[in-house]
């Protein structure tokens, strides 16, 4: 069953301090890896996309890595904000799209609070 | 427009009632997807349009779920005789491609229904 996993569930950390949240997928056929920042009462929004070849890739602050051989994906926030305090979801999209949306099959998230 | 629209931002409906809910997506976006999100879950995927046309609709929970995009820009979603259980954030994305491409699914803020 395609499943995304992600941990932890919330996590309080100090302002200007890192985190990395963590995201295991059992999907198959891969396609690609997404993570999306939510703020509370608003859509998700895009941070990075990662196909199958890419192991890394930074937005600002923000760098993702997958290892599609373990079939796992960080994301790493450094030096934290206020602002980054919200929920990040990790989706992936599976490849057999025979007419399909994709197959986006999306993580619970990981709540992140940013403490002064 | 600027990014993916979503009317009413709340709507409260009582149980039995028919609702719908609109997404106006970003111009010139042919894919449009429809998710419904419950409160510490992540998006739970409903229906995916490529133009006029749902290309997916499997993730519609039963038949008092409908979904149209008759000129392959704005779509609504219908909820016909509501249940309590249909509470939760409905979340509209659309992205230039779909199917199955790595292209970015913008979110809108979402419909926050509430069935009482």
């Known amino acids: 069953k395609n499943q995304v996993e992600q941990s932890p569930q919330s996590l309080i950390i100090l302002e200007g301090k890192n985190c990395t949240l963590q995201c295991n997928y059992t999907v198959s056929p891969f396609s690609n890896l997404r993570w999306y920042k939510q703020d509370t009462g608003r859509g998700p929004v895009s941070l990075t996309i990662?196909?199958?070849?890419?192991n890394t890739k930074s937005n600002g602050r923000y760098t993702a890595t997958l290892d599609a051989d373990t079939k796992q994906s960080s994301l790493h926030i450094t030096a934290s904000q206020l602002s980054d305090s919200a929920s990040y979801i990790c989706?992936?999209?599976?490849?057999?799209?025979?007419?399909?949306?994709?197959?986006?099959?999306f993580g619970k998230g990981t709540k992140l609070s940013v403490k002064p | 427009g600027a990014g993916v629209s979503q009317t009413p931002s709340n709507k409260v409906t009582e149980k039995g009632k028919y609702v719908e809910l609109r997404c106006d997506p970003i111009s010139g976006h042919t894919a449009l997807y429809w998710y419904r999100q419950s409160l510490g879950q992540g998006p739970e995927f409903l229906i995916y349009f490529q133009g006029t046309g749902a290309a997916d609709d499997s993730g519609l929970p039963n038949d008092r779920f409908f979904a149209v995009r008759p000129e392959g820009s704005v779509s609504t979603l219908k909820i016909q005789r509501t249940e309590r259980g249909d509470s939760a954030v409905y979340l509209c994305?659309?992205?230039?491609?779909?199917?199955?491409?790595?292209?970015?699914?913008?979110f809108g803020p979402g419909t926050r229904l509430t069935v009482t």
């Open positions: 994305a659309s992205s230039l491609y779909g199917q199955g491409s790595a292209y970015e699914q913008y």
């Open positions: 989706v992936v999209s599976a490849g057999n799209y025979g007419g399909s949306q994709g197959n986006l099959i």
């Open positions: 990662m196909t199958f070849s890419e």
